[in-house]
């Protein structure tokens, strides 16, 4: 895509925060306007500051680069509203939660101590940045639909790897491509009963008043995650948790604590706090089935004996993975883990867990690493995994990597593609620099007569 840089594209809030609470010190003015749309002086030294913070030398040129992209921002956002792109309220509060929690994992005590940063509640902070998210988002949209019937054919992506200079072509790190079989303890009816009578007694006492319901989160719960936060979990919409759950939360009265329920994950209760919509803000706290030193015993004698069949000849991976596997992720793909990013059967080696790397990194394509303890989404279980390939760093090929570089060559033709809509667009649209910037060196001429 053209050069509409994350950090001009994400809201990074605790920078633009920063620059917003020295306004009042500073003099801010107009710097840009595209169409009926004002960029501030604020704006620009915002992304400076941010790209400061990121190790960046702060210079003219950076101020003009950063000026271009917010203008190529709002004239994206132009073209939006006239073609009447909308973002549902439930996706902009959707990225808006997915950013909140992300910097609130940044600081020591999370949600609290961004709430005290701003001096704000976490509802009054999204309220803030809703229309900015949303804009930001209507953008991302408007660049996706002007390129969305681009393509390229076998023909350009050899082209485009013929124009790169050998030097200059990229360097791809080592990957691997595994099959994996896992197999779960079986918890008996007895245990899942003790775990739950478990999480009805902390229940019993925090109806009762005489435990806070996140303390209990901090002491009890599984869910570390949200443990950390008392239990919260954040705006939460539609289609985000597993079917019981969000069941449990659309039924369950404001302020009041749930029932004990059952997912996949152990058993739960949930506190909903606030609704809106179609979406819901509350806190949980999961307590998972723990199997037994004997049950995962078992368990890993079960999968020593499959390797050995598998060994032998009696039965082959795939097979096993069919029969045995209790992963349903990759049960339908014969055990082959996808790299979730790409699409691909390739995994960058970095991307492996390190229980699962250490086993694999002795072996050689081809071969089984022995049945190993392994730390699942719902709890402790034992895996089995076969190396399928594995590449060494090299230089990229159109052999090996012939997705990436057409990967690649898309977005540059993307990119052109863009170009030449920005060019034709700027002859119907109103723009006004300020003289502060005239003397930029812009990739397009924003000065031209309208």
Known sequence: MINLKKTSVTVLLLVVSLVSSAQNKLIDKVVAVVGEHAILMSEVEAQKLQAYQQGTKVTDELGCTILEDLMLEKLLLHQAELDSI????????????????????????????????????????KDEFYVQIENRMKVQQMQQSITSEVKVSPKEVQEFYNSFPLDSVPLVGSQIQLQQIILKPNITDEEKKEVKDELTDLRKKIVKGSLSFESAAKFYSCDKASAEQGGDFGWVGRGQFVPQFEAMAYQTPIDSVSPVFETQYGYHILRIEKRRGEQFYGRHILLCLKPSFEQLAVCKKRLDSIRTAIKSGSITFEEAVTEFSDDEMTKGTQGIVYNQNTGTSFLDIEDID???????????????????????????????????????????????????????????????????WVNTKLNDIFVRLDEDYQSCEFRFDWTREN
């Open 86 to 125: 909308e973002v549902g309220e439930a996706q902009v509060n959707a990225e808006l939660d997915q950013r909140i929690q992300y910097f609130a994992s940044q600081m020591p005590n999370g949600v609290a101590d961004l709430e005290k940063f701003y001096e704000k509640s976490i509802q009054e902070i």
């Open 354 to 420: 390190p229980v699962t790397f250490q086993q694999i990194d002795p072996i050689d394509v081809g071969q089984m690493s022995k049945s190993f303890l392994f730390e699942t989404y719902d709890g402790q279980s034992y895996k089995l995994v076969k190396l399928l390939d594995k590449t060494a760093p090299h230089r990229a090929n159109l052999k090996d990597d012939y997705q990436l570089i057409q990967q690649f060559a898309k977005q540059n033709k993307q990119n052109n593609y863009l170009l030449k």
